[in-house]
Nanobody
Framework: QVQLVESGGGSVQAGMPLNLSCVGS????????MAWFRHVQGKEREGVAA???????NYAAFAKGRFTISRDNAKITVYLQMNDLRPEDTAMYYC?????????????????WGQGTQVTVSA
C-alpha cells in the first residue's frame, strides 16, 4: 500500500519561498508519476506540477517560472520549491502518485494521495 506524507507548509508573506516535501512508503514499484495538487474550499482541486520517473515535468500555467518540482527516486520523495509566493497561492497542497505515463495533471490519473499540507500567503 502506497502512503504519502507531505511536509513543509506554513504561513509566509507574499514574495517569500516555501519548499514542500512528500515522502512515500514502500510499494512504489508501479508508481510512475508524482504530482502536487492544491485545493481551496469551494473550488475544484487543481494540478500544480507533475514529474515522471524519468524526470519529465509538466506545470500548470500559474506555476511556470515560480515553482519547481523535483524527485528523488531512491528516497521515494518529491519536492515542490515555490518561489515568489502570492496570496492566491494559499491552499491545501496535496502530494499524489500514479502509474500513468501522461503527466496531464488530471486528479483521476492519481490513485494515491497524501493528507495535505497547508500553505498560507499573506499580502
Amino acid at each position: 500500500q502506497v502512503q504519502l506524507v507531505e511536509s513543509g507548509g506554513g504561513s509566509v508573506q507574499a514574495g517569500m519561498p516555501l519548499n514542500l516535501s512528500c515522502v512515500g512508503s514502500s510499494g512504489f514499484s508501479n508508481v510512475y508519476s508524482m504530482a502536487w495538487f492544491r485545493h481551496v474550499q469551494g473550488k475544484e482541486r487543481e494540478g500544480v506540477a507533475a514529474i515522471g520517473r524519468d524526470g519529465r515535468t509538466n506545470y500548470a500555467a500559474f506555476a511556470k517560472g515560480r515553482f519547481t518540482i523535483s524527485r528523488d527516486n531512491a528516497k521515494i520523495t518529491v519536492y515542490l520549491q515555490m518561489n515568489d509566493l502570492r496570496p492566491e497561492d494559499t491552499a491545501m497542497y496535496y502530494c499524489a502518485a500514479g502509474s500513468f505515463y501522461d503527466l496531464a495533471l488530471r486528479p483521476t490519473d492519481f490513485g494515491y494521495w497524501g493528507q495535505g499540507t497547508q500553505v498560507t500567503v499573506s499580502a
